[in-house]
């Protein structure tokens, strides 16, 4: 990487935050209330809370966050994705926002529903920062997704980044990255954007190894690559659980190192609502002082 990615990083410069996904039961509720608590103690930036398909999860979402605002003295981050909604229907949540202290939004196209041809008024994520801009000025600081390995749907990688370009220019505060286990992937993204002008922080997303079954599922439907060498590595393990765990931790705990070495502007985990492995990630790359 060329020199101009080395920099000397203090925590306070860095982004760090905490993804979680609204819990559909009382005991979720009660094991996110447990970790949350505990990831509060490492001071994150933000944590963010997802948005599922359908309905009833915009509730649940806007219920985990203005819980963990309350509760944490942390900033909340809900998800906000808006294929199939209405101007109105969006209106009407980020007013729920505003109305509530909330002040940082994730702004996301989101899964186009299966076999629907409504797509609504919103058919891309810049079309919702646009609008997000529009009603609420700068209220909100917007992040939106960004897709080192290209994401699952654009024709090709050049099309993707026009696309972050234009929702970059929508006016996002930052971003942050589908998880990837290549840190050259994530840097040669970096450096097409920074070509193209972009001047706001493009957060690595850092996805924990626990499960080598579940992890190979995801990243086929998300566009993650898992290398070769690495999925090979993770096989032999077969069901061994406390093996891909403890290799996991070490190459993720290494590839966050080698990515905030180079110059990353913080981290964004995606905890699936547990406080291990992220916990031991972050003391492994020298955060818990």
């Given at each position: 990487?060329?020199?101009?990615?080395?920099?000397?990083?203090?925590?306070?410069?860095?982004?760090?935050?905490?993804?979680?996904?609204?819990?559909?039961?009382?005991?979720?509720?009660?094991?996110?209330?447990?970790?949350?608590?505990?990831?509060a103690a490492l001071n994150p930036r933000f944590f963010s809370v997802t948005y599922g398909a359908g309905g009833s999860t915009?509730?649940?979402?806007?219920?985990?966050?203005?819980?963990?605002?309350?509760?944490?003295?942390?900033?909340?981050?809900?998800?906000?994705?808006?294929?199939?909604?209405?101007?109105?229907?969006?209106?009407?949540?980020?007013?729920?926002?505003?109305?509530?202290?909330?002040?940082?939004?994730?702004?996301?196209?989101?899964?186009?529903?299966?076999?629907?041809?409504?797509?609504?008024?919103?058919?891309?994520?810049?079309?919702?920062?646009?609008?997000?801009?529009?009603?609420?000025?700068?209220?909100?600081?917007?992040?939106?997704?960004?897709?080192?390995?290209?994401?699952?749907?654009?024709?090709?990688?050049?099309?993707?980044?026009?696309?972050?370009?234009?929702?970059?220019?929508?006016g996002a505060n930052s971003a942050i990255t589908q998880y990837f286990f290549n840190a050259d992937a994530y840097w040669h993204?970096?450096?097409?954007?920074?070509?193209?002008?972009?001047?706001?922080?493009?957060?690595?997303?850092?996805?924990?190894?626990?499960?080598?079954?579940?992890?190979?599922?995801?990243?086929?439907?998300?566009?993650?690559?898992?290398?070769?060498?690495?999925?090979?590595?993770?096989?032999?393990?077969?069901?061994?659980?406390?093996?891909?765990?403890?290799?996991?931790?070490?190459?993720?705990?290494?590839?966050?190192?080698?990515?905030?070495?180079?110059?990353?502007?913080?981290?964004?985990?995606?905890?699936?609502?547990?406080?291990?492995?992220?916990?031991?990630?972050?003391?492994?790359?020298?955060?818990?002082?």
């Amino acid at each position: 990487m060329t020199d101009d990615h080395q920099h000397d990083h203090h925590h306070d410069d860095l982004i760090f935050s905490f993804e979680f996904f609204p819990p559909k039961t009382d005991k979720g509720a009660e094991n996110l209330r447990a970790v949350r608590n505990e990831l509060a103690a490492l001071n994150p930036r933000f944590f963010s809370v997802t948005y599922g398909a359908g309905g009833s999860t915009q509730a649940n979402t806007l219920n985990t966050v203005l819980e963990i605002q309350r509760d944490s003295g942390i900033e909340a981050a809900p998800h906000l994705s808006c294929v199939g909604s209405s101007a109105e229907q969006i209106r009407e949540i980020l007013d729920t926002y505003r109305n509530n202290g909330i002040k940082h939004i994730v702004a996301l196209r989101g899964d186009l529903p299966s076999g629907s041809r409504d797509l609504g008024q919103f058919r891309y994520a810049n079309e919702l920062v646009e609008f997000i801009r529009k009603e609420t000025g700068d209220h909100f600081n917007i992040e939106v997704a960004a897709y080192p390995e290209m994401h699952p749907q654009a024709p090709n990688l050049k099309v993707d980044i026009d696309n972050f370009v234009r929702k970059v220019n929508a006016g996002a505060n930052s971003a942050i990255t589908q998880y990837f286990f290549n840190a050259d992937a994530y840097w040669h993204f970096v450096d097409e954007c920074v070509k193209k002008g972009v001047e706001i922080p493009i957060v690595p997303g850092i996805m924990p190894i626990t499960n080598y079954s579940q992890l190979a599922r995801f990243s086929d439907m998300c566009g993650a690559e898992i290398p070769r060498w690495l999925r090979k590595q993770l096989e032999t393990y077969a069901d061994d659980v406390e093996s891909i765990a403890k290799f996991g931790e070490e190459f993720i705990s290494l590839l966050c190192e080698n990515l905030l070495e180079t110059g990353a502007p913080g981290l964004h985990f995606y905890t699936m609502n547990r406080v291990e492995p992220t916990m031991s990630i972050w003391k492994n790359i020298g955060l818990a002082d």
